[in-house]
């Protein structure tokens, strides 16, 4: 079970994670997850994986902000393909492209 909840000061009860901070934890994890499959793959030395992610809101765009710390013996060249392979991971992808929502009632 999942339990989403917004914080005491905006009427929830703070039993778990906003909805908003769901949505930066698909991103962080599927980076992760995505990273990890591809440098194994490789048998590329890659010893932790951390992703940070958060978001702003300028003007009327939200801007999400990811940071990667990749700790192993890994080249430079290595690295770039890394960070080419998290701008490619799937909740990456959905949440770059074109998203339309279509809400019905029954």
Request: with cysteine; hydrophobic share 40%; glycine share 4%.
């Amino acid at each position: 079970m999942v339990i989403a909840d917004e914080p005491e000061e905006l009427g929830g009860t703070n039993q778990g994670p906003a909805p908003g901070e769901f949505l930066l934890i698909s991103l962080a994890s599927c980076t992760a997850i995505t990273l990890r499959m591809y440098a194994d793959r490789k048998n590329w030395p890659i010893e932790v994986i951390i992703v940070e992610v958060n978001f702003e809101k300028v003007d009327n765009k939200t801007i999400f902000k990811r940071e990667l710390q990749l700790i192993g013996d890994l080249t430079d060249e290595q690295r770039a393909r890394l960070l080419q392979i998290a701008n490619a991971c799937p909740v990456h992808k959905t949440l770059t492209n074109p998203i339309e929502i279509q809400t019905s009632l029954s």
